[in-house]
């Protein structure tokens, strides 16, 4: 059981190049989220998905998309990558809405 | 919509010495709360968590948290501070009745003096 995995741990962009921060649960959570975390800021909820098919923006979408093709994959895509954009994202997962999250690594994004 | 503020964004104490990071929330309704903890380079995980039932919650690594509703926090503490519990912790909040997505403290670093 490898719980929430992420892809890459660490990556650097150049302006306006795009990548997509690869993420995946085997728990089979329906709920599944993307987060940014800034120092001294928290979290940030991205954007979030409570099933396959269906996505639903956070508190800062702008600059971002996903996708949820399937129970166990939720991809985060950046395009047109700027350098407000440098952060380290959390993919997260749970099995209803108010309850634990389980998180993964972490994948540190540097735009330069 | 439920919010969280931890009051001190650093604190220090010496290795054996009690650890209290604080955790004020505000919610309309009767809140669930969670402490995670992240240690360097990594995700965070739970610490413990409060939904019902028992105020005084327990979890991993002799943490605790007492829920006081009438002072609206949800403290975090440890008798005795370890080397290893260096790390920083995040308070958070959801609002089972309105299903609402959980809600994240800036976090307290915590740094442990030998």
């Known amino acids: 059981n490898a719980g929430v995995t992420q892809t890459p741990k660490f990556r650097i962009l150049k302006i306006g190049q795009s990548m997509t921060l690869q993420c995946a649960q085997d728990?089979?959570?329906?709920?599944m989220y993307w987060y940014r975390q800034d120092p001294g800021m928290g979290l940030k909820l991205i954007y979030y998905s409570v099933g396959a098919g269906i996505t639903d923006k956070g508190e800062v979408p702008n600059g971002y998309n996903v996708s949820r093709s399937t129970t166990e994959d939720f991809p985060l895509r950046l395009e047109l990558a700027a350098p407000s954009q440098t952060s380290v994202y959390f993919c997260a997962s749970s099995y209803d809405r108010v309850n634990e999250q389980f998180f993964g690594p972490g994948t540190r994004l540097t735009v330069l | 919509a439920q919010s969280v503020t931890q009051l001190g964004s650093h604190v220090s104490v010496s290795e054996g010495a009690l650890v209290l990071l604080r955790c004020n929330y505000s919610s309309s309704v009767p809140p669930y709360l969670f402490w995670y903890v992240q240690y360097p380079n990594q995700g965070l995980q739970l610490l413990l968590k409060?939904?019902?039932?028992?105020?005084l919650v327990k979890g991993i690594n002799g943490f605790e948290a007492e829920f006081k509703k009438s002072e609206t926090s949800f403290h975090l503490t440890k008798p005795s501070a370890h080397m290893s519990d260096a790390a920083e912790y995040f308070c958070?909040?959801?609002?089972?009745?309105?299903?609402?997505?959980?809600?994240f403290g800036a976090g307290t670093r915590l740094t442990v003096k030998p």
């Open positions: 409060y939904t019902t039932g028992a105020t």
């Open positions: 958070a909040v959801s609002e089972w009745r309105n299903n609402n997505d959980m809600r």
């Open positions: 728990m089979n959570h329906n709920y």
